[in-house]
């Protein structure tokens, strides 16, 4: 007869299905042989049933079992239910083999931050309802994936209920639906797929109250919007998402964001090292270091570089090095096997609309190293809404990089893939007008901007500026300085172009507002430039003015006094032979820095007062008051310090005078300017008080000028002045402004002198 089961038993003490099973078998006097020739089940079937290997028999087993055995009503449904509990129990907890993590490599350098904050974000805990979702964005090749596979493997001991990974395919031109990612979820989570929901909101529910009370974390990798990803999202509890994705994903609500960048240098080379073994010994530190810079510090190239490497043993990094120096075929030195960067930065490309792409691949023949979204618009001859709207698409799909300032740069990789796609899908007509067009836009705007600080009163003449076209001083000056690069590209491009006229009217541009950006580096240049060019044009005057330009920087840059007195020679003989005698004054102006270098002051003064006179007979107020200026400075190194009391004084009488004729922006220039020697003069004429007052006057915050040593020694003067009147907290505070500014200028004596007094004043 079979046993009754005993319903009055604890649940923890109720036999399994395969000893209940047995006790039955046994009750009936069984062998597994005799059931299993009555049930028509296998007796292998049988005997792994009753072992616990099969632990949930599928229903017409049990029937079959059941119906052989006789079993009364309530054994019966008592061995049915427990084989359906079985079945659920490993329906949870078989491992399906969908969705595993894949292998990290064993190789993988660096973002230890990173790592860290992966670490932090899985181990937060926010209000309930609330999921930890971390979101890894990036640009083509920076490693996003390798680093989650990498981050997941190091926190999977935290989540032993699984780790499960799915590439959602988002920059293929079919990413992976939401229903089949879902489908490939739940199947990895357990869930039979003749049980899963037929819709997409069925599904997502039972996805999220699954992962609900379950420690997992799920690695949605290369997503491709936010309708993708927000169904696969777990809606609180102990589940953790990590999604990665190239685009910025940005209506993705409540996900904490890391933006990865290249590997800095020390990482890159690391990298790279690791990726060659043994034989890095061999190739030399400073190969690999320098492989690792043309390589961007981009992961996916320095892995591409790695494995050509190892997989070539008769190469030498050096080799390869030089190959990679030639920027007309490296994009193509990045491939190894399978791995091509160029395909990598493709599947952006392929992303976007087609204005996009055109504004991308026209951008490569931008001059400088960042641009703006008013270049853009010139560069892709469109608007500048739609250059905005193009913009952001690149940034959103990390084929540019942006920053608070409003301008966009490359990656150099990226630069040379749109310089590579323009070639591929432009003619060289084509290509040759856009560096026209580029270049005559960014030299016009150039000119018309440099025109703002000219002794010209009123708005320069725009005719032909174009878009974005400076309208006022300071908006001029904000855009030299931002655009400094590509319009000096522009003017390099031009003079080898032999475009002469538009090379030295840029250059000429740039005469007055150099005074406002006293050290920068390029002025040697920009006035070399034009000299060059006006020699071209056989125009002996403008010749002579841009050789005055070139001595002023060496007067006031590299402090090289014979070359001050070499071109000043040059130019002086030009105009002299054209009759041009203002730029004989100039000539005179400008030699006065080499001669005072070189402590012939005598000279010096007698050179400033020619000039002094000179510009005063020619009518232009500005170049006199400069002469003036040279000549209070000489005479106080000849110790005349009245009668260079006497001439700073003039300076600044004409410079705060509305009728002498200078431009209001000039007027303030030269007034604060000749403050600073005007103070000296004061101090050494004992006239402390009047001294105090100058030099703050001629430090205090105003308009916007460079850091320059006139403006610096002003300061150290200053606090001089101010700690011998006992003035400590004056005086400490403006020590720690002229050490700021030397420290700015390179100048580490000065700095390290007045850093030294700030730090003692009491």
């Known amino acids: 007869m079979p046993i009754s089961p005993r319903r009055s038993s604890p649940i923890d003490e109720r036999p399994t299905f395969a000893q209940l099973l047995r006790r039955h078998r046994r009750a009936a006097r069984l062998t597994l042989e005799q059931l299993a020739d009555v049930s028509g089940v296998s007796a292998r079937t049988l005997s792994d049933i009753e072992r616990g290997r099969s632990k949930g028999p599928q229903q017409r087993t049990v029937t079959a079992v059941a119906d052989a055995l006789s079993l009364a009503y309530d054994a019966r449904q008592q061995l049915l239910q427990l084989a359906r509990d079985a079945r659920l129990r490993d329906h949870w907890t078989r491992p399906t083999g969908l969705c595993e993590l894949p292998r990290s490599v ?13 670490d932090a974000l899985v181990q937060s805990e926010l209000a309930p309802g609330v999921a930890v979702v971390g979101l890894v964005t990036g640009s083509a090749g920076l490693g996003k994936t390798t680093f989650a596979i990498r981050a997941a493997h190091a926190v999977r001991p935290g989540f032993p209920d699984g780790v499960f990974f799915l590439d959602l395919f988002g920059m293929s031109q079919r990413p992976l639906a939401v229903d089949d990612a879902l489908a490939l979820l739940l199947g990895a989570l357990g869930v039979a797929e003749q049980q899963l929901p037929a819709d997409t909101h069925g599904r997502a529910s039972l996805y999220r109250s699954l992962l609900r009370d379950r420690r997992v974390i799920v690695v949605l990798d290369n997503a491709a919007s936010e309708e993708q990803v927000r169904p696969l999202l777990p809606g609180g509890g102990a589940a953790r998402a990590l999604v990665t994705s190239r685009r910025l994903l940005s209506g993705l609500e409540g996900v904490r964001r890391l933006i990865l960048g290249p590997l800095q240098m020390p990482e890159a080379t690391e990298l790279l090292t690791g990726i060659l073994g043994e034989r890095s010994a061999t190739d030399g530190e400073s190969a690999l270091t320098r492989l690792a810079q043309l390589c961007g510090g981009l992961p996916l190239a320095l892995r591409i570089i790695g494995n050509r490497l190892v997989s070539r043993p008769g190469w030498s990094a050096d080799e390869l090095a030089h190959r990679l120096a030639d920027e007309e075929r490296r994009l193509e030195q990045f491939r190894a096997g399978d791995l091509k960067i160029a395909n990598a930065f493709g599947m952006s490309y392929e992303q976007l609309a087609p204005t996009a792409r055109r504004i991308f ?23 500048a809404e739609d250059a905005w709207d ?19 740069r490359f990656h150099d990789l990226v630069r040379l893939f749109a310089r590579d796609r323009l070639q591929q899908e432009e003619t060289a007509a084509e290509s040759e007008a856009l560096t026209e067009r580029i270049t005559s836009w960014l030299l016009r705007t150039t000119t018309t901007a440099g025109a703002w ?16 076209s400076p309208t006022s001083p300071e908006e001029a000056d904000g ?12 003017l390099r491009l031009a003079a080898a172009d032999g475009r002469h006229a538009v090379v030295l009217d840029c250059a000429e541009a740039m005469e007055w507002y150099s005074d406002r950006w006293l050290h920068g580096p390029h002025w040697n240049e920009v006035f070399t430039l034009g000299a060059q060019a006006a020699a071209a044009l056989g125009d002996r005057a403008r010749h002579a003015a841009q050789l005055n330009h070139v001595a002023w920087v060496h007067g006031v840059q590299t402090r090289d ?15 002299t032979r054209s009759g041009a005698t203002a730029q004989v004054a100039w000539a005179h102006c400008y030699a006065v820095p080499g001669y005072r270098l070189l402590g012939r002051l005598d000279e010096a003064a007698a050179s400033a007062s020619r000039a002094a006179e000179m510009f005063k007979g020619l009518g232009d107020t500005d170049a006199y008051c400069s002469s003036l200026i040279n000549l209070g400075l000489c005479l106080r190194d000849l110790g005349r310090h009245e009668e260079a009391l006497e001439s700073l004084r003039e300076v600044v009488a004409l410079a705060s005078d509305e009728g002498s004729g200078m431009t209001p922006g000039t007027a303030e220039f030269i007034r604060r300017h000749t403050l600073v020697p005007l103070g000296k003069c004061l101090a050494l004429l004992g006239r402390r008080d009047e ?18 040593h006139w403006h610096a020694d002003g300061l150290e003067n200053l606090a001089d002045l101010l700690a011998e009147e006992g003035r400590t907290g004056e005086s400490r505070r403006a020590y720690t402004l002229a050490a ?6 390179g100048d580490a004596e000065a700095y390290g002198r007045c850093a030294e007094r700030a730090a003692a004043a009491p």
């Open 106 to 118: 064993d190789d993988f350098t660096g973002r230890s931050a990173e790592l860290a904050w992966v």
């Open 361 to 383: 691949r026209r951008l490569a023949v931008v001059p400088g190293r960042d641009f703006d979204a008013a270049l853009a618009a010139v560069a892709g001859g469109t608007s």
């Open 390 to 408: 193009a913009l952001d698409d690149l940034v959103d799909l990390g084929l540019l990089q942006d920053t608070t300032a409003g301008r966009y």
């Open 453 to 468: 600080f000219g002794p010209v009163h009123g708005r320069p003449d725009e005719e032909g500026a174009g878009l974005a």
């Open 479 to 490: 855009w030299l300085r931002a655009n400094a690069d590509n319009w000096l590209g522009a």
């Open 561 to 575: 006094a014979e070359a001050v007195l070499r071109y000043t020679a040059e130019a002086m003989d030009l105009a």
């Open 691 to 708: 001294a105090v007052a100058a030099l703050a006057e001629a430090t205090a915050p105003g308009e916007r000028f460079d850091p320059s």
């Open 740 to 745: 700021r500014m030397f420290e700015a200028l």
